[in-house]
């Protein structure tokens, strides 16, 4: 479990002691030009072993601290190398920016300016600081020699996912425009090569797929079942006691209640069967089944009612969100009798950052990961930035995630000044 960060002569400038807090939100504020930002691109660098993130990075030393006490430690030379060890002094892998070069000019993909490079394959540009972590994915032997992955150390790096500021709108590779046919053009072509998509609108076509593939996996296991119930009803030794059914039937009908609630099966809730001993046999299997056939929601349900209820919470002007298993998820006016849907597209930028924050935090990070959030309160309001972490920590609960929050914002802070990290008093600290 990574608990902390030190950088030494970042810019040059700065020495930072950076401990994680242990209630799983930890705070960056500070002036502008302080590093809050590059603080969390390093975290995001480090485990996706972009190297040329930290040729470029000015800095002396870098210190990943785990709760075992073991620590990663990153030194740049006077050359401008960089050499990755452990606090042993025990090095297992170093960066250059030559030997980052000749990897890449060995891919598919070719310079365009000093930083941008083309993939022939797809058109697509990518930034160098990007790079050559996709270069590592899709040519694992070009940089065999660079792949720090493969030293058991790396391995305590946590998976990082990594919002930044720019969360609207995605670059997507848009086949309806003209691709060059000569490689070597200008830098202003590059415009003409990406389009882009609004991400709310890609997330709700995501979530639409998500609600898709559950509900097949959950007719599967329904035919599965059923085929074979018969039989197993026969075979059936053990009976359920009454105590046992009614709770578990219980919590059957909540399920399919939250299920017709976001219009994911047109099955009313179950009518409480009459429990008897004599069929408690027949009932038990029933209940194992009901169960089973359910099982399969139960994540994307508790994702589903945290997503509705915050958002419905935020109380959008005349707006609700609605889920639907054939849009995803979608939003009506609430100001009338006759409730009229509107496009994702037309929610005010405020809005649409608060969808596409909490979709990301619930539906596209994993358990134990560590998830940085850049400038949370960008065209939130005073009353939507004050909620915010009361609101991160029910995904915590929920996701079982930590969470490192770069903010200019106090009221994103609230009355959780405890939970801050002041670079600026960091600094002052590390130099008294």
């Given at each position: 479990m990574l608990i902390g960060i030190k950088i030494e002569k970042l810019f040059d400038i700065f020495d930072y002691d950076i401990e994680f807090k242990k209630e799983g939100i930890t705070i960056l504020t500070g002036p502008n030009g302080y590093g809050k930002?590059?603080?969390?691109?390093?975290?995001?660098?480090?485990?996706?072993?972009n190297g040329f993130f930290f040729v470029r990075l000015l800095f002396k030393k870098i210190i990943l601290e785990f709760a075992d006490s073991n620590t990663i430690i990153l030194k740049r030379d006077t050359k401008g190398d960089i050499s990755i060890s452990t606090q042993d002094d025990s090095i297992f892998g170093h960066w250059n920016s030559k030997s980052l070069d000749k990897i890449l000019k060995r891919s598919p993909f070719r310079q365009i300016d000093e930083n941008k490079w083309i993939d022939r394959r797809t058109h697509e540009i990518y930034h160098k600081d990007d790079l050559l972590q996709k270069v590592i994915l899709e040519f694992p032997e070009l940089a065999n020699d660079f792949q720090i992955s493969k030293f058991?150390?790396?391995?305590?790096?946590?998976?990082?996912?990594f919002i930044s500021t720019q969360r609207l709108l995605r670059p997507v590779s848009n086949p309806k425009i003209r691709r060059p046919r000569d490689f070597d053009f200008h830098i202003d072509n590059v415009n003409d090569v990406n389009a882009f998509s609004n991400t709310i609108e890609e997330y709700a076509q995501e979530l639409r797929n998500k609600i898709r593939d559950t509900l097949a996996k959950?007719?599967?296991?329904?035919?599965?079942?059923?085929?074979?119930?018969?039989?197993?009803?026969?075979?059936?030794?053990t009976?359920?006691?009454?105590k046992n059914f009614s709770e578990r039937?219980?919590?059957?009908?909540?399920t399919q209640k939250s299920l017709s609630q976001y219009g994911l099966s047109d099955i009313k809730a179950d009518d409480h069967p009459t429990y008897k001993p004599e069929n408690a046999k027949a009932l038990s299997v029933?209940?194992?089944d009901a169960e089973a056939k359910l099982a399969d929601f139960d994540g994307l349900l508790e994702k589903l009612s945290i997503f509705t209820e915050?958002?419905?919470?935020?109380?959008?002007?005349?707006?609700?969100?609605?889920?639907?298993k054939d849009d995803g998820f979608k939003f009506f006016t609430t100001d009338n009798k006759s409730p009229l849907a509107l496009a994702l597209g037309d929610l005010s930028s405020g809005e649409q950052q608060e969808v596409v924050l909490l979709y990301e935090l619930l539906f596209k990070v994993e358990a134990g990961t560590l998830v940085l959030i850049d400038e949370p309160e960008l065209s939130l309001h005073v009353v939507w930035q004050e909620q915010f972490l009361?609101?991160?920590?029910?995904?915590?609960?929920?996701?079982?995630?930590?969470?490192v929050v770069a903010t200019h914002s106090p009221q994103i802070i609230n009355n959780h000044w405890d939970l801050t990290v002041d670079l600026e008093e960091n600094f002052q600290c590390k130099n008294i």
């Open positions: 930002t590059t603080v969390l691109k390093i975290l995001e660098a480090f485990a996706s072993q058991p150390q790396f391995s305590k790096i946590p998976t990082i996912y959950s007719s599967e296991t329904a035919q599965r079942l059923d085929s074979s119930f018969p039989h197993r009803l026969f075979e059936q030794e009976p359920i006691s009454e039937f219980e919590r059957i009908k909540n029933y209940i194992d915050i958002l419905n919470e935020r109380r959008f002007t005349f707006k609700r969100i609605v889920i639907s009361d609101d991160l920590f029910k995904v915590i609960e929920l996701q079982k995630i930590s969470i």
